[in-house]
């Protein structure tokens, strides 16, 4: 596929025991079905050709010879197939059985990957019919063809290097060091592994495990496919499980004793930039020891499966959600407690009735909950202005009513007609007047710090941050600021679960949640707010999806584009999408000076943009080649 996705199929087919002639025509129904589907690298079990469970059969020559037919099939079956199909099989080499992966791409036989760990104890007695292997580096011949047969082989796509492939088998991945670890080393980005898992009592969530586990630590991709019914029921019973994940996470998964295909795309780019983000992976010395088959690999362009959410921050089910939410209220307030026990100081708010100054205001009643400081020493104060709605003033009556705290009023109307007359402003409501008032908002709390001996909490989230959506030396400065790397639509859910846990904050929380997001600059339409922040900059969904996928993962603009019209397609046009893709874009580099001198702030997920950990950038970066890549 393009943008570095690869199509990825797990198969399980419907086999006959000791039946390799008929099991062939399975394993070529499931090749020509995943061929309908695009499916550019395509798994099957462990021992699939035979079924897994023959025993002694496994040494007949009948067997033995339908095995090489059943072989030469699927291989003529796989002509005009573009997909690197791995199948696993019974080898005789040197008068010696193995368990294998024999790998086919259109029309050939490109190598022969044996089992290196062959378990023997429980149920399991491989043994007592193959051979393990390690760092075997040899050839066969095969069906006419010589092809590689060892345990170090790398599958390389001529035109992309990012895909590189390489195959375990089953009780590989369970043992202590799995040829996957050394296969990473030399460079695999994707990790195949035909497997015959039998299924008991939690081995399913088990072998979840172990995948997440293993391809978060490889940075890869990992391909699982199971064996299912038609296997021996006489002790054991197989479900057909197959996985793929990408880097940590399960993509996609089966369901328990459903044979047939699973399909998802694993993202080789964005495998390759973690590589590269993360130094501590390096392509070793063993590359050397390892064997190099190229194949062709054509992009087939076919429809993106994989699904894309709209809000990458934000779990899928509710309970994560909760779980998430919980956390990042602990690393925030334990932060600022932290802080704030260092310095001896007690927190200063500037309480806006918006979003961000309630999770501020949350997560310092949180730390003086931890300090068993009184939360009347919290010094929160509303400084309403001319853009200042009747709505965001209820939501901060509502707030000290629910939280039980003192929120003082101080009105700038008065400082800031003055401070304009002093400057000689000429009275419209431009830039200058609009950020007049967060300076003067800010100076008011600042002083009132130095008076009280208080610390100042920073309101200002990740997407304002991201956009330069705060106003320099406004509310983009405080001394400590406790949002700075939380994107604006994961505030709505901490809220939300915070409305939830403490049912006396609901009321109030509700009315905060639904209320415009607005800077408050412009003056009130009656009372009402007249400045929407969307309205004028786009959507914070979108904003955050650009954050998540052009931060996150260097993606290139027209990826994300791809990604986001997927994601948003029911909601925004393409060219929605890509006009608010280019504001970002712009936005993002004009405004890098703000956080090259930006506060502290904890870091709560994978992305921060302070200059100081995550992110450095020269103010003078051009957006130019970004900007250009938007088609």
């Keep these: 596929m393009k943008y570095g996705f690869i199509k990825t199929a797990a198969a399980t087919p419907n086999i006959k025991l000791a039946n390799p002639s008929a099991n062939a025509i399975e394993i070529i129904k499931l090749i020509k079905k995943a061929n309908i589907y695009g499916v550019e690298l395509l798994v099957f079990p462990e021992l699939c050709i035979t079924g897994y469970t023959c025993g002694e059969l496994f040494l007949s020559d009948v067997i033995i010879r339908s095995i090489s037919d059943a072989i030469n099939q699927i291989c003529k079956a796989t002509l005009d197939k573009k997909a690197l199909i791995f199948v696993g ?12 992966a024999v790998v086919f791409q259109n029309g050939k036989i490109l190598g022969i990957v044996p089992k290196t760990a062959l378990p023997s104890y429980a149920e399991f007695y491989e043994l007592r019919y193959f051979i393990p292997t390690k760092n075997v580096s040899d050839s066969i011949n095969l069906c006419g063809q010589n092809v590689p047969f060892g345990t170090n082989i790398i599958f390389e796509a ?10 375990e088998i089953c009780e590989d991945m369970f043992v202590i060091s799995p040829p996957s670890n050394r296969h990473a080393q030399a460079g695999a980005s994707i990790i195949v592994n035909l497997s015959a898992s039998n299924e008991l009592i939690g081995k399913s969530e088990y072998r979840k495990t172990l995948i997440k586990s293993q391809s978060g630590r490889l940075l890869a991709g990992y391909v699982y496919a199971s064996a299912g019914s038609g296997e021996s029921v006489s002790d054991i019973i197989f479900s057909g499980h197959r996985i793929i994940a990408e880097n940590g ?15 998802c795309e694993i993202d080789t780019c964005q495998l390759a930039y973690e590589r590269r983000r993360l130094n501590v992976f390096k392509i070793n010395s063993i590359t050397s020891s390892y064997h190099i088959v190229e194949f062709n690999f054509d992009n087939m362009g076919t429809k993106l499966i994989r699904h894309i959410s709209p809000l990458p921050f934000i779990p899928n089910d509710l309970q994560s959600v909760s779980t998430r939410a919980e956390l990042i209220l602990q690393i925030q307030s ?21 979003l961000d100054s309630c999770l501020s205001l949350l997560v310092i ?8 400081r009184n939360k009347k020493d919290i010094i929160a104060i509303t400084m309403p202005g001319p853009g200042t709605s009747t709505q965001t003033m209820e939501n901060v009556s509502k707030l000290a009513k629910a939280l039980k705290i003192q929120i003082r009023k101080i009105p700038i109307n008065e400082i800031l007609k003055n401070h304009l007359n002093n400057i000689k402003h000429i009275g419209n409501t431009d830039i200058a007047y609009e950020n007049a008032q967060a300076r003067e908002r800010m100076q008011i709390l600042m002083d009132i710090a130095n008076i009280e001996k208080g610390l100042v909490i920073g309101t200002s989230d990740l997407s304002e941050n991201a956009l330069g959506w705060c106003t320099y030396n406004g509310d983009h400065m405080s001394m400590y600021a406790v949002n700075s790397s939380i994107p604006k639509t994961l505030i709505r859910y901490i809220i939300s679960y915070e409305s939830e846990r403490v ?21 009130a339409d009656k009372g009402r707010i007249s400045q929407k922040t969307e309205d004028i900059i786009g959507p914070f969904e979108l904003h955050d999806f650009f954050i998540y996928y052009t931060l996150r993962f260097g993606q290139t603009p027209d990826k994300t584009l791809m990604l986001a019209t997927k994601a948003f397609k029911d909601k925004y ?58 088609k």
């Design 365 to 372: 009643l949180r730390s003086y909950e931890i300090l068993n």
């Design 158 to 167: 001529k035109n992309n290097e990012n895909i590189k492939i390489s195959a």
């Design 334 to 354: 334990r932060a600022l407690a932290e802080r704030l026990k260092l310095t001896g100081l007690n927190a200063v708010i500037g309480v806006s009735g918006g």
């Design 89 to 100: 099989s019974p080898i005789l080499h040197k008068e010696k059985l193995y368990s294998c």
């Design 249 to 263: 996470k399960i993509l996609v998964e089966s369901k328990l004793f459903e044979n047939g295909l699973t399909i």
């Design 503 to 523: 049912k006396k904050y609901k009321k109030a929380l509700l009315s905060v949640l639904n209320t415009e997001i607005s800077p408050e600059l412009l003056p």
């Design 573 to 630: 046009s393409k060219e929605e999408i890509k006009k608010h893709l280019k504001i970002f874009i712009k936005r993002f580099f004009a405004n890098q000076f703000k956080r090259n001198c930006a506060p502290d702030g904890i870091k709560v997920g994978t992305i921060s943009l302070s200059p100081r950990s995550d992110w450095r950038m020269a103010t003078e970066s051009s957006a130019n080649e970004w900007i250009n890549s938007i």
